[in-house]
């Protein structure tokens, strides 16, 4: 099973997201750097896809050279491979992104002998939230795809099937994914055949935590470059601002055992109670 | 000219979500009759004298997936639809994001629609971004408001960092192509309602078009491990002492959750660390977090802010939690939770 | 619950560890109406305390650290919130296990338990880790952890309880405005804050790393800035999974790495001072709304931590490499750093009623509170805390350039092994004297003491080596001739044998005049200053317990002008106590005249001949007599002249013009020459000479829990008019001593693996069956100061001992590189070893 998850750097902000001065973008001078939370459980589910049928999981990312940093985050949580889209910075759109990630999908293959089985990707990136590049992608390889997933089975058919540890390569021919997600309190699940995209979203599974070796191996890891053209499309960001803030306090239920009512009415409310 | 605006049902009416995409869906078709002003404040005044794209009366058309005759006609004319086209289709068996684009596509050219709209769900963001790569249109996902502006474009408010951020974007397309973040607009009526139009509309489908298509069934996954639960009861240091922790659990099991500690209660070797919750303990994301006696420490919310619901009961009114929860009780836990165990308990008796 | 009170008797500002300790003991100490300030929420607003290790050693390398940390550990312990681990530092390499020797006797000087451990026994201790790695430990069975955000808690709440303090969370503090008064002429006035506006005329600034920042907010400086230090913790350890509580296994500082591993609950913490230095602007810590976790827990520079990694496997590789156990957390964690590495405690010299207690750690924040409360409430503090006076710093040393060079500097060395003469590079050099040139060609070796480049000894000495050989004590381990050279006892034995040139331009230089010029040094001093002009005077300033805290000459220049010379490490702390020695109304100033004034020594039997030869002033004994000073020409230019000593012998110290400096020295240059004069280093001036002669030095032996009597330092007479410490000194004349500063000889050398050891100072003295000494007061006998007496032929310690064995021929031990080497009591009190009858000096 041969996965390509593709993963976004995005800053690491606080309850309160700092705008540079000229408004085109958060001011990232004290934060840190991380891939969006979906993208983390894409990767950690591709990696326990590829620990129970074989196979590897390769991490792609478009952004500037220091996303090399996220994509050794993802090699320390059990990816084997890196794919680095290298731009010089700018903000790209959906379209352009979709489209750079096809193409480089499209160096390796899609489908049997050697190519990418599946596709995961994050159901939209934290910062941009544009919830449009996995579908683009599906459509430029010709995939079915399906987003906001929180539940996924991969099956193998035929002879081979479970056979972990092989090499993987051609073992997907007839594979399927099971994807499921809950909408409005009913579960929806699809059946797809793969190759396929699909979108994952928080809650999924829940990501590991980067061991010393992980770490260690992540830092030796070779990470593939390349340099994609930049488009402009027919969305454009003009200006970024921060809302006018309301301070968040909690709403007081009440004092004491006198609070208990209402605490019961609250959980009717979430749907919580039987 | 038509805002084409997607409509999901919700038993016999229409989705809460997507009676606030047509407010906004109203929004963008007036937008076009006002001569030359831009509906979002943040713009300023426009160029005088500037002529609107959109032509004058641009209407609201609702895209429903069903039959004809289960239209939620009377929500859609509060809502000031003035058509409505109902896809038909015997193939269409459940919700097939593809071929719902792929019918909606159809309907941009059969109803001259010169923007597509639907509310930010899982299915609108879906759908819409289907539409976009069949179209190759550019798409604006979680839209707070979008107006046509004199330039011939469309100026849009869209959230960004889950509504941290606001980008003030400029749209360039034939077609638009936007989704509304729910929590933005508030589903209010029209001024006068409109009388509705039912259009059957039955789309040209192929089996690629259906490949991709939901089974649904209601039952829920299960499970009440910390990480997947669906309410944790948290307990910190107010707890006091091992034995305190009884009620806590109690309580977890009345509600079919799970129980989760502070990093203080684990040191204090009151309970074991795989259930600490944190930044360095599990990550939960539970539809409701009843938080116990914790004050709400940094490295403990870092595991908690994806909860939906956050309830602090805590004695102290200035404890860091009160700020982040959305609800408190103010109150010792050990005298709220048995109370609260036992009202569960009548209530579990009585229904 | 938050109003805002108008009126405090103290703001304190910063809810850290170090703020709630403050209010606590204020508290205790009966001050009321205190307000605790703090941006963030209860009970972690956010600080360093917040993210902190919490591990506690009890060794350190200064004393008063060691003693604060003590004091703090025993606050801990009361407060029911400390926790025994053990703890140990491992050697990796060879260098590290000498130093762990030299901690073991450091540690038995100051009465920590401690033991040397052999791999396998530290293994035996820690499971998990690898003892092949290592060449052995220490081992501090008393190291613990605490819970300092519940101390913190605890004692903000006791406070709260007695009714003496409010507190106000959430409210950031937005100026603090000043008024003129006070004795630096601007006092603290408002304390203005989001809720509102407090007056008060004390305002506390606990702030950690935003210290300089809010210090800037009245016009003070406080040297300091953020330090990254990286911190992961990982987990969940499979082998902590049954443990009970937040610690089962001691503490591992891997010291040669620079790390530490500790256990906290289910995960392991590595923490690492390796990485580079990574410094942050206190302009540049993200607010709390903008932070991801805290505003000191800063986004993780992985790369930087990368090697660290490594290491750590090396050292624990099957439960840091299990490949279950993820690294859950990381943080740069923010700490402040000042250039010396000391906390910056007092009211600050600018504005008065402005405090700082800031760049404090976990391990001593309460006792530092303790300390302060003490001294805000005019008491003196029971630990001497002279050393983190924030006073003491020099206008250089606050400025942004030389704190940053410095933390950068010194980060790496945290865990490093610090000789006691360990040098700073960075933003050198800095003052110099106007001989400087001269003293460079002359191949000086250059130390620094408060900015001032000063030649510890000169290479063209060299030739010296073979005239003094057999007497110059060479030192053959390399630890000892760090800093050092044979040269300094050759300068040393040609100063006794013709004469000296030293270029004391380091010293600060103080002037006092105005009509209460001499009401205000009467009342510092010991000694009587009111002498006739022209007298030179030398004198200790005391506490009001009777304490040292300064040991100085002053010479009276005229009947409103006194000029107060010290040493240049201490000058800035003198002033600010003699400042707050003037008479309030006005009628005296204080001016630092260091910059104006280079001085020169010129010291030996030979010293009149020489410097006659370029003066038509008398300078015979009967025409200049010692403990005077008056002006003399020299080649042209006029100098004061002062007769005294600090090396034992005839000579005069000459205050010159600074730019006319380089003239002086020339001038005596030429002329001394042929007269046998060698120029001499710092190396002879501030160790062997005085040594020799049993002077005392501030800071070494003249401390401020020890005192004149048992310093042998008492006059017959005490000065009729009153003085700052009087009482207590007269109470202290009355009781005979129960501890008493010795000079001791080293009896042999030679070490069991056969080396020439020398002791440095710090080294405990024990019977020579070994046993600790401690007087009757609880203080272990140590050695104050240490180094050679070349003209007496042995190695000299000082050292206060328990009154019943200070007697001259006792045979003690000291210990050193845990071996011990017999020594003598060859001086109880302060008759000097060399020339007793001082007949040189008097000449």
């Known amino acids: 099973m041969e996965i390509l998850v593709c993963v976004k750097r995005v800053p690491m902000v606080g309850g309160k997201v700092v705008v540079t001065p000229d408004g085109q973008d958060v001011d990232t001078r004290m934060s840190g750097f991380a891939v969006s939370p979906h993208e983390e459980c894409a990767v950690e589910e591709a990696v326990q896809i590829t620990q129970r049928l074989g196979g590897t999981v390769t991490v792609l990312t478009l952004g500037p050279a220091e996303a090399a940093d996220q994509l050794r985050d993802m090699l ?49 990136a934290a910062d941009t939230g544009d919830y449009q590049v996995p579908v683009r992608v599906a459509h430029a390889l010709g995939l079915p795809c399906v987003t906001a997933i929180k539940n996924l089975e991969i099956t193998e058919s035929g002879a081979g099937a479970g056979a972990a540890g092989g090499s993987g390569a051609g073992g997907a021919a007839g594979a399927r994914a099971r994807a499921s997600r809950e909408y409005r309190g009913i579960e929806e699940a699809f059946d797809l055949a793969l190759p396929a995209v699909i979108s994952v979203k928080e809650g999924i599974n829940l990501p590991r935590y980067p061991s010393l070796p992980g770490r260690l191996r992540a830092k030796r890891a070779v990470i593939e470059q390349f340099r994609p053209e930049y488009r402009g499309e027919g969305l454009r960001k003009e200006l970024l601002r921060v809302p006018p803030g309301e301070s968040k306090r909690a709403e007081i239920l009440g004092t004491g055992t006198d609070a208990v009512p209402a605490l019961v009415r609250l959980f009717e409310e979430f749907g919580v109670l039987s | 000219m038509t805002v084409l605006c997607l409509v999901e049902r919700d038993g016999d009416g229409a989705a809460d979500a997507s009676l606030r995409a047509l407010a906004f869906s109203r929004e963008l078709a007036a937008s076009s009759e006002a001569s030359g002003t831009g509906g979002d404040p943040g713009y300023g005044e426009e ?103 004199s330039d011939g474009r469309y100026r849009l408010v869209r959230h960004r960092w889950a509504g941290s951020l606001l980008e003030d974007a400029a749209l360039d397309a ?169 009202a569960l308990r009548e209530r579990a008796g009585l229904s | 619950m938050n109003d805002i009170p108008t009126r405090a008797s103290a703001v304190i500002i910063g809810a850290g560890i170090v703020g709630n300790s403050l209010a606590c003991h204020l508290a205790r100490l009966g001050w009321r109406d205190i307000v605790l300030v703090d941006k963030g929420p209860m009970p972690n607003p956010g600080g360093s305390t917040g993210h902190a290790s919490n591990f506690i050693f009890p060794i350190e390398y200064s004393k008063m650290m060691m003693e604060l940390t003590r004091d703090s550990t025993e606050q801990y312990k009361a407060l029911g919130v400390f926790t025994e681990s053990g703890g140990i530092e491992v050697a990796r390499t060879a260098g590290r296990m000498e130093e762990l020797r030299r901690r073991g006797s450091a540690a038995r000087a100051w009465g920590i338990p401690a033991r040397h451990l052999s791999p396998a026994e530290v293994a035996k201790l820690v499971p998990y880790l690898d003892e092949s790695v290592i060449l052995g430990g220490l081992y501090f069975p008393t190291v613990g952890v605490v819970d300092s955000l519940r101390a913190g808690t605890l004692m903000r709440e006791e406070a709260q309880q007695s009714g003496a303090l409010q507190v106000l969370a959430g409210t950031e503090v937005l100026g603090i405005d000043t ?117 000191t827990e800063m986004p993780f520079t992985q790369d930087d931590f990368d090697p660290q990694l490594l290491q750590a496997l090396e050292l624990m590789p099957d439960l840091l490499g299990d490949e279950r ?104 050099p800095l003052r110099l004297s106007p001989a400087h040139d001269r003293e460079r060609d002359l191949g000086a070796a250059f130390i620094e003491t408060a900015g001032w480049e000063r030649p510890n000894w000169y290479a063209s000495n060299e030739n010296l080596l073979e005239r003094y050989s057999g007497r110059l004590m060479p030192r053959e381990a390399e630890w000892e001739s760090r800093w050092w050279s044979p040269i300094i006892n050759a300068e040393h034995l040609a100063m006794r044998d013709s004469c000296g040139l030293i270029d004391l331009s380091a010293f600060a230089v103080l ?81 630092d005249v260091t910059s104006s004034w280079a001085t020169f020594g010129v010291w030996g039997p030979d010293a009149r001949t020489v410097l006659q030869a370029v003066t038509d002033s008398d300078l015979s004994h009967g025409g200049f007599p010692f403990a005077t000073c008056r002006e003399i020409e020299i080649g042209g230019v006029m100098v004061l002249a002062s007769r005294i000593s600090y090396v034992g012998e005839l000579g005069w110290e000459l205050y010159v013009p600074m730019e006319q400096g380089a003239r002086v020295w020339d001038t005596i240059w030429a002329a001394g020459v042929p007269h046998g004069l060698v120029p001499v280093g710092i190396g002879v001036y501030g160790t062997t000479g005085r040594l020799e002669k049993g002077y005392r030095a501030y800071g070494a032996e003249l401390a401020a829990d020890y005192n004149l009597v048992e310093a042998g330092m008492t006059r017959p007479k005490v000065k009729l008019q009153p003085f700052r410490g009087k009482e207590a000194y007269l109470a202290q004349r009355e009781q005979p001593p129960c501890a008493v500063l010795c000079t001791l000889t080293v009896d042999d050398h030679r070490s069991a693996a056969g080396t020439l050891r020398y002791m440095l100072g710090g080294e405990p003295i024990l019977t020579p069956a070994g046993e600790s000494l401690t007087d009757a007061k609880g203080r272990p006998s140590y050695v104050t100061s240490a180094g050679s007496g070349p003209s007496v032929g042995k190695h000299l310690l000082m050292a206060y001992l328990p009154a019943g064995h200070a007697r001259e021929g006792n045979r003690l031990a000291v210990e050193y590189m845990a071996e011990q080497y017999p020594v003598t009591v060859a001086v109880a009190g302060a008759t000097p070893l060399f020339d007793p009858e001082n007949t040189r000096v008097r000449s």
């Open chain 1, 76 to 124: 320390a949580l059990g990816a084997g491979h890196g794919v680095l889209l290298e731009t010089d910075g700018r903000e790209w759109g959906p379209m352009a992104t979709a489209a750079a990630i096809a193409d480089a999908a499209r160096r390796r293959g899609v489908g049997p002998d050697g190519g990418y089985d599946l596709l995961l990707f994050g159901n939209e």
């Open chain 2, 47 to 149: 160029p005088a004298g500037s002529n609107p794209p959109g032509a004058p009366g641009e209407n609201v058309a609702a895209v429903v997936f069903g039959p004809a005759a289960e239209v939620p006609a009377g929500a859609l004319a509060v809502a000031g639809v003035t058509d409505a086209y109902a896809v038909e289709s015997d193939a269409l068996t459940g919700y097939a994001p593809l071929a719902w684009a792929r019918a909606i596509a159809e309907l941009i050219t059969a109803s001259s629609a010169t923007a597509v709209v639907a509310a930010a769900t899982d299915h609108g963001n879906e759908v819409l971004a289907h539409l976009a790569a069949i179209t190759d249109l550019p798409m604006a996902a979680n839209c707070a408001s979008a107006a046509h502006a």
């Open chain 2, 174 to 342: 034939p077609v638009a192509l936007l989704t509304v973040a729910v929590d933005a607009v508030a589903a209010t009526p029209a001024a006068v309602p409109a009388k509705v139009t039912v259009h059957a509309f039955r789309p040209d489908l192929t089996d690629g078009d259906l490949a991709v298509c939901a089974t649904e069934s209601a039952e829920r996954a299960g499970g009440v491990s910390l990480a997947t639960a669906r309410v944790v009861v948290g307990g910190g240091r107010g707890v006091g002492s091992p034995a305190g922790f009884g009620a806590l659990e109690e309580l977890a099991g009345l509600l079919g959750g799970a129980l989760g500690v502070s990093r203080v209660v684990t040191s204090q070797g009151w309970r074991p660390h795989k259930q600490q919750v944190g930044q360095t303990g599990t990550r939960i994301s539970p539809e409701l977090y009843l938080a116990c006696g914790i004050s709400g420490a940094i490295q403990h919310m870092a595991g908690c802010l994806s909860a939906r619901h956050i309830v602090a009961v805590n004695t102290d009114p200035d404890a860091p939690i009160i700020a982040r929860a959305d609800y408190a009780v103010i109150g010792d836990l050990n005298q709220v939770i048995p109370a609260l165990v036992t």
């Open chain 3, 179 to 295: 008024a003129p008064g006070g004795r630096a002429g601007r006092k603290v006035a408002t304390v203005r804050t989001t809720k509102g506006d407090m007056d008060t005329d004390c305002c506390v600034i606990c702030c950690g790393v935003w210290s300089p920042r809010i210090a800037q907010l009245a016009g003070a400086h406080i040297p300091l800035t953020p330090v990254v230090h990286q911190m992961i913790s990982v987990g969940p350890v499979p082998l902590f999974a049954d443990t009970v509580g937040e610690i089962a296994y001691p503490i591992v500082r891997d010291v040669d790495t620079n790390m530490y591993e500790r256990q906290h609950g289910g995960d392991m913490e590595v923490g690492s001072y390796a990485h580079r230095p990574i410094i942050v602007g206190p302009d540049d810590i993200p607010s709390i709304e903008e932070s991801v976790l805290s505003p």
């Open chain 3, 325 to 428: 156990v993820g690294i859950r957390y990381s943080i740069n964690g923010l700490i402040s750093m000042t250039p010396d590495g000391h906390p910056a405690l007092g009211e600050t010299p600018e504005v008065s009623g402005l405090w700082s207690v800031a760049a404090s750690w976990i391990k001593e924040g309460p006792g530092i509170a303790r300390a302060v409360a003490e001294w805000m409430t005019g008491a003196v503090p029971e630990i001497d805390i002279h050393e983190a006076d924030i006073s003491r710093f020099h206008a250089h040393q606050r400025t942004t350039a030389h704190v940053t060079a410095r933390a950068r500097e010194g980060f790496n060395k945290m865990y490093g092994i610090v000789h006691p003469s360990e040098q700073w590079e960075s933003g050198r």
């Open chain 3, 511 to 591: 002037d006092i005049t105005g009509p209460g010029a001499l009401a205000a040094v009467q009342s510092a001093a010991v000694a009587q200053l009111d002498v006739r002009a022209g007298r030179v005077v030398y004198t200790s300033l005391l506490d009001e317990a009777g304490g040292f805290r300064a040991d100085l000459t002053i010479m009276r220049l005229g009947p409103e002008t006194f000029r107060v010379v010290t040493g240049g490490a201490t000058g800035m702390m003198d002033k600010q106590w003699l400042r707050d020695q003037l008479p309030a109304d006005g009628s005296a100033q204080i001016s």
